[in-house]
């Protein structure tokens, strides 16, 4: 062991006791309630129903239940047990898991904070129209005001219409296309800037402030769905809108596009790849069964985006009903199918997916060093474009390339660092170290072979395949693409970027550097049982009475402290001094190797630096 591994065994000494003092949610349903606000969001209410819209109503379903199955539940399962077990967020705790890829924590981190800006425009839009439903009249039931299009008549109910009007020309007054900026609207500016600060205030104590907002934001939108179902299904036409919602029609199953989008509406509304979740869930007690979490937000997450289809379709057929055509031909686009039910109730509830969203978002936006001031977000959050009347381009270009192409490369690459590289026998070990009980079969299955294997064709695909960025009949110019795969890879070129700087700033040869990452550095995030998943005192002084020795039953060592030396009572092979006398030496005896100096408080920074080389050894035989 050179002078350089010495300094990255002291580092992960410190990153250690860092991970002792974490914070913990103050009940673990506040974990749950903030998972399944992460899951369900705005895409559920509206880019679930418009994808099922497009791709053959119940058609779509199938290929989405089947990659929640294989891909969405496998690959929650293991970034959830990633967080929990290295108690850290995305960027430390992929770097931890193999240094060569931390670049995909970054590039999490990365998109987060475009999803952040992303969600944020709809909320503002939410926060618009709620407002606006105080009014009475409400301004786009009539056609007496100056943004009113010349197809407007009073008589005629056509809300798909009157609500892509009011969402064009009255909201959002936009441009003729991207190449027209426009001039602020100041309306929109002071909404924008009310969204984050509610943002902030939500988030400003982390997860202890984010645990009580979670209580609410997650649980109401359930109530009001609920009673917009309701509402929905005594209307004429309601029911034709939900069998066109549930009939499939199967040729669409032949479309590589309903695929991709698919698996891109999983892992955008489960949050795979963003981690958020990761972070959130490094905040769990250590020995909290992820598993039970990960089927509860999947399954939740999903059964709320059904739900929330049986709402909008339910709507749809009463459009239907009321202008005579089918659903099928029904005027309606992406931005524009959530506003198709005007109540001020509604768009609170879109206000409180959108801050869940948001919220657990800060993940992303303060996972990158877990140390990020709540000022730093704060500051972060002053940019936004929605307040200019090109906003609803440079949206679309962010749904188009962000949604499907980053997230993709982003999944590709964090189940190659974690089942690949970490290894599967390696997270299996993690979850076995948390809960007593390993993984089954099909876990280990898809994360070794179906995720990778799917992720990489469906990638692929995509590419092959991919159209342009649209808004209605407008076609961005070719400028305006270029722009768009630049967002794409604002997220991206931290993976690569990553790799490089990894091997630049650790000294040695390439060869020397390699080796160090692969058969020293990539173990130790296995040796953190070690020290922050230890049992109590008590524990192991009982299992060291069963064997040789005795350890003080008195001794007010830390757990983490009494646990080394009753493993220097159990295993007299790998310690032949007298317990109280232990030094880090003698947890080498076996080795035969030089050590330093000698270490007699195994709780602190060294001698946690120690213990996991001495835990190392004996693990792997080294």
Same mark, same amino acid.
């Given at each position: ?225 609920? /009673? ?188 190659? /660092? ?205």
């Amino acid at each position: 062991f050179g002078p350089s591994f010495w300094k990255i065994i002291i580092r992960r000494g410190a990153d250690m006791e860092q991970q002792l003092n974490r914070p913990t949610w103050s009940r673990q349903i506040e974990f749950t309630l903030a998972g399944i606000g992460c899951a369900v969001g705005l895409g559920n209410v509206w880019r679930f129903p418009y994808l099922c819209y497009r791709s053959g109503g119940g058609a779509f379903l199938v290929p989405y239940l089947l990659m929640l199955v294989v891909l969405g539940l496998p690959l929650l399962y293991m970034e959830l047990t990633v967080g929990q077990y290295t108690r850290r967020g995305p960027v430390h705790a992929l770097a931890t898991v193999c240094p060569l890829l931390k670049g995909v924590g970054i590039a999490s981190v990365a998109i987060s904070f475009i999803m952040c800006i992303y969600y944020n425009v709809v909320i503002t839009w939410a926060l618009y129209y709620l407002f606006s439903s105080f009014q009475a009249p409400l301004p786009w039931q009539n056609c007496n005001n100056t943004w009113n299009t010349a197809n407007c008549t009073n008589h005629a109910t056509n809300s798909s219409y009157s609500s892509t009007a009011s969402q064009e020309y009255k909201m959002l007054e936009q441009t003729s296309g991207v190449d027209e900026a426009g001039v602020v609207r100041w309306e929109l500016f002071l909404i924008l800037v009310l969204a984050w600060v509610l943002i902030y205030f939500c988030i400003f104590k982390g997860v202890k402030s984010t645990g009580k907002v979670v209580y609410f934001t997650a649980l109401f939108p359930y109530i009001i769905l609920i /009673a917009l179902l309701i509402n929905n299904a005594q209307l004429p036409g309601a029911l034709d809108g939900i069998s066109f919602f549930i009939v499939p029609e199967w040729d669409k199953l032949l479309s590589v596009e309903v695929w991709v989008n698919a698996a891109a509406q999983i892992f955008n509304s489960i949050g795979i790849g963003f981690g958020s979740l990761m972070a959130m869930s490094s905040y769990n007690s250590f020995n909290n069964n992820v598993l039970k979490d990960a089927l509860t937000i999947s399954i939740i997450n999903s059964v709320t985006s059904i739900l929330a289809g049986f709402v909008i379709f339910s709507a749809f057929g009463y459009m239907s009903h009321l202008q005579g055509i089918p659903i099928s031909d029904l005027a309606v686009d992406g931005p524009g199918l959530v506003y198709i039910l005007w109540a001020v109730m509604f768009f609170f509830m879109l206000l409180c997916l959108g801050l869940d969203s948001e919220v657990v978002n800060r993940g992303g936006g303060g996972g990158g060093g877990d140390s990020t001031p709540s000022l730093f977000v704060l500051a972060i959050c002053g940019c936004g474009h929605v307040s200019l009347q090109v906003g609803i381009y440079v949206f679309q270009l962010m749904d188009h390339y962000t949604a499907i192409v980053s997230i993709m490369f982003l999944a590709f690459f964090e189940v190659i /660092a974690i089942c690949w590289s970490y290894g599967k026998q390696m997270l299996c070990f993690c979850f076995s170290e948390m809960t007593g009980k390993g993984p089954n079969i099909f876990f280990r299955l898809c994360w070794l072979i179906v995720a990778p294997v799917l992720i990489t064709v469906i990638l692929i695909f995509s590419i092959v395949q991919f159209k342009p960025a649209r808004y209605g009949d407008y076609v961005f110019p070719p400028w305006a693409q270029g722009v768009g795969w630049v967002i794409a890879m604002g997220s991206i070129i931290w993976i690569p970027l990553g790799a490089i700087h990894t091997l630049w700033v650790l000294p040695g040869s390439f060869m020397q550097v390699t080796h160090l990452i692969i058969f020293y550095m990539s173990f130790f995030p296995v040796q953190m049982i070690g020290v922050t998943a230890v049992p109590t005192y008590t524990r192991c002084y009982a299992k060291s009475n069963t064997t040789q020795g005795t350890a003080n039953k008195d001794d007010t060592r830390s757990g983490k402290q009494g646990s080394t030396r009753a493993h220097a009572i159990i295993h007299v092979s790998c310690n032949k001094s007298p317990v109280k006398k232990s030094t880090a030496c003698d947890f080498y005896n076996d080795s035969k190797t030089v050590c330093p100096m000698n270490i007699t408080d195994h709780n602190s920074l060294l001698g946690n630096s120690f213990y996991y080389i001495y835990s190392l050894k004996e693990r792997f035989h080294l």
